[in-house]
């Protein structure tokens, strides 16, 4: 069984390798491991790989349409026959004798018979297309094959991605809450001293109930997205690679998007299997054509019977034995309007499956477009987060000094923190929106 080589696992770790943060524990899950683990646990997967290898037995039972095919039967058994023949004209040497009658009779005698037929189609148009059309299925089965182990490398992303960010979310609102309750218990101190007004505690008092709010839905986040991955992979990720969100990130060289829409319509699996269901729809136009209705196969039929017993005459014994071997011709005549009918039928699907091949290059033309400029947008928007990250965190040193010597208020220090901790999760997303895109380009 083919498996793809892991390109877009390496695409995707060339990517995050960029932005890793240096890790000391050993052997953390990366994004190439969890690939592999899915590979061998994710059952959307195994589903999939059971279908492709279902799918290649349809070539094999498209080249057994033109073999032939061989029956046999056999009979044993107890009978009872009865024949009777008038008017049957008899002659022998030295006699003869007309309006002659024959009869046998056998009650309760052993019966046997066996039978042996074959069949080889020589011309049979229905045959042909559906020869072809399971040849069709079974490479349509193929590219369905391959679509699933590009979708599960975007899963793998998808599933890792989920857990990273949702445990940085968690450790950046755990850090901002740990901040805030630190200011909340200075501003207490210094109102009792009468050096605050009573607003700064309420003001501190209500972003530390907010931060518990964000905190515990980050924890939900964090736990769902584990146990999707702990699905996915058969493993609980213990230890994962991070993200360094100050890391620096080389502009993409992605060239023109004509070159990725030009190599989207060549290559897209896609639109290949729409391609492929085109042509099965086309065989089953041309099965119904009129003139191909006949079918001729060469046939051949081998027959032994026997009854053996007696009756009202005496002992009786009744044999036939007999073969041929020729040429069988089949040709319709009228068939109420069914096969005129199922004609139209299958014109009409036809071009149902023309029409729906020309919206989905249309579609797959539009999601490389929006792939493609995805990347420069997150790229650009990625770096100027990273400038804002750094502007926020002096913007936070200046606010608390101003704090300290009373220039600034407890809403301006608070306002500071949010800022520094909204700009560090959305630099966190956009980080994985551009790794993300660059695997969407190229699937």
Do not use: C
């Not at 924890?219 to 992979?233: G, P, V």
């Not at 290059?361 to 990625?382: C, D, F, K, M, P």
Request: aromatic content about 6%; hydrophobic content about 40%; charged content about 20%.
């Amino acid at each position: 069984m083919k498996i793809f080589a892991p390109q877009w696992v390496k695409l995707a770790l060339a990517a995050a390798v960029l932005v890793a943060a240096p890790y000391s524990v050993a052997e953390p899950l990366d994004l190439q491991r969890t690939w592999e683990l899915a590979r061998q646990v994710d059952p959307h997967f195994q589903a999939e790989k059971a279908a492709y290898q279902a799918g290649q037995t349809q070539a094999k039972q498209g080249r057994s349409l033109w073999l032939p095919t061989v029956g046999a039967s056999a009979t044993a058994g107890v009978g009872s026959h009865k024949s009777t023949m008038r008017g049957a004209n008899f002659t022998m040497p030295g006699m003869g004798s007309d309006d002659v009658e024959f009869n046998t009779s056998i009650r309760n005698g052993d019966v046997f018979g066996y039978e042996v037929g074959l069949e080889q189609p020589l011309l049979n148009r229905q045959n042909l297309s559906h020869s072809r059309q399971l040849r069709l299925a079974a490479d349509v089965a193929e590219l369905k094959w391959q679509q699933a182990q590009q979708n599960l490398v975007l899963s793998s992303a998808e599933h890792y991605f989920n857990v990273l960010v949702a445990r940085q979310a968690v450790a950046v609102l755990e850090r901002q809450q740990a901040q805030v309750q630190a200011i909340y218990d200075e501003v207490q101190e210094r109102f009792e001293l009468g050096e605050l007004p009573i607003t700064s505690i309420h003001e501190t008092k209500a972003q530390l109930r907010v931060l518990e709010a964000q905190l515990a839905q980050a924890k939900l986040a964090l736990e769902t997205a584990e146990l999707a991955y702990e699905d996915f992979t058969g493993q609980y990720p213990a230890k994962l690679v991070p993200l360094a969100i100050t890391a620096e990130v080389e502009a993409p060289d992605i060239g023109d998007v004509a070159h990725w829409q030009e190599q989207a319509r060549m290559n897209n699996l896609h639109l290949k299997m729409q391609a492929s269901g085109i042509k099965v729809a086309q065989e089953d136009v041309a099965a119904l054509k009129s003139w191909h209705s006949p079918t001729l196969s060469l046939v051949g039929r081998l027959a032994h019977e026997k009854i053996d017993g007696s009756g009202r005459y005496g002992d009786a014994m009744n044999k036939a034995d007999e073969w041929m071997v020729g040429v069988q011709l089949s040709v319709p005549i009228f068939t109420g309007g069914y096969r005129s009918n199922k004609r139209k039928e299958a014109s009409y699907l036809l071009t149902q499956r023309r029409a729906e091949g020309v919206s989905l290059a249309q579609q797959i033309q539009r999601q490389t477009h929006s792939a493609w400029r995805g990347i420069h947008v997150n790229y650009e928007r990625l770096t100027a987060l990273q400038d804002a990250y750094t502007a926020n965190k002096e913007r936070l040193k200046a606010t608390q000094l101003g704090f300290e010597l009373g220039d600034n208020t407890t809403l301006e220090r608070l306002t500071a923190e949010n800022a520094l901790a909204e700009t560090e999760l959305n630099l966190l997303e956009a980080q994985v929106a551009l790794i993300m895109n660059q695997l969407q380009l190229r699937a």
